[in-house]
């Protein structure tokens, strides 16, 4: 498939940015358009940092799957989980263990049709398009309900997606109704961007850029961020900058200046 049948194929709206095909371009992806490519610019030019800070992000993302899976966590609900790129979740849990199942959310039309092209080949991964905002509507979804067995641990992934939901759409109350839809022993990792930084100027700025092309964030302090985790037990080392959680090698983007990731990151399991 070319760029454009993806296009095609997902009703793409080509004057229109979107976060997902930003972070694609960011991080060396081919599926983005014109207008996503020049949005990611400006922001970029705002904001320096931004594609190693999305590096930073895949990283995290890459050892939180593997941790849960050696925690025995055999199912994941990706929430915003974006254009597939090198290291998407399935493959990461399906190769630590083969009968892991997955399914990814996304609101953008590119990253679903992507996600349902690599994935028609295994059964025991899906995507859909809903909005995460849509908790009641993702959790009785048919499909959601065919891959994942709520009566079994699951792992909640909602990586860099909170900070697209404004206070006007209670985010913290989101959480917690994907909390109280799994069971104990269930994991909930979230990675957010913040302000509360060395580089709190420039994410600033970022934001700024980000308001300007009508891709609206909200940055969040690590005191918030905490709050997510209501009614669930941290796992070490507790909420910290992306690259200091658990880090697995010393070629880690921003790993001697962690706080430059820009990215607070937690994890919990369900009590
Ligand atoms: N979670 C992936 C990761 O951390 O590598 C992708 C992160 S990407 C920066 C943010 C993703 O969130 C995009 O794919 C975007 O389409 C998605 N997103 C933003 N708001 C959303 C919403 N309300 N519902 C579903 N997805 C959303």
């Known amino acids: ?70 925690a025995g966590i055999r199912q994941f609900l990706d929430m915003g989980s974006g254009i597939p790129t090198v290291g998407n979740v399935h493959e990461i849990a399906q190769r630590a263990a083969p009968e892991s199942r997955i399914v990814y959310v996304d609101v953008d039309p590119v990253a679903v049709t992507h996600s349902n092209a690599i994935l028609a080949d295994n059964d025991r991964a899906a995507a859909i398009r809903a909005d995460v905002r849509n908790a009641t509507g993702i959790l009785e979804d048919p499909t959601v309900r065919s891959v994942i067995d709520f009566s079994q ?33 269930s994991y909930l990792a979230i990675s957010h961007g913040t302000m509360e930084s060395s580089t709190g100027d420039q994410t600033k700025a970022g934001v700024q850029a980000g308001v300007r092309s009508k891709i609206p964030t909200t940055m969040r ?21 992306a690259p200091e959680w658990r880090p697995d090698s010393l070629n880690d983007t921003f790993r001697d200046e962690p706080d430059r990731s820009a990215t607070i990151v937690g994890v919990g399991v369900k009590r």
């Open 153 to 185: 641990p699951v792992g909640v992934l909602m990586l860099t997606v909170l900070h697209y939901i404004s206070d006007e759409d209670h985010p913290l109350e989101l959480v917690r109704t994907y909390r109280d839809a799994i069971v104990p022993g």
């Open 221 to 241: 302090g690590r005191a918030e961020i905490t709050r997510m985790f209501d009614g669930f037990d941290l796992i070490e080392p507790g909420i910290v900058f």
């Open 1 to 70: 498939m070319t760029n454009a049948d993806w296009a095609a194929a997902a009703d793409v709206d080509f004057t229109l940015p979107s976060a997902a095909r930003i972070y694609d371009y960011n991080l060396g992806g081919s599926h983005n358009f014109a207008v996503d490519r020049a949005v990611a610019e400006q922001v970029n030019q705002a904001m320096p940092d931004l594609p190693l800070i999305h590096r930073a992000n895949r990283s995290f993302l890459r050892r939180v799957v593997r941790v849960l899976a050696d």
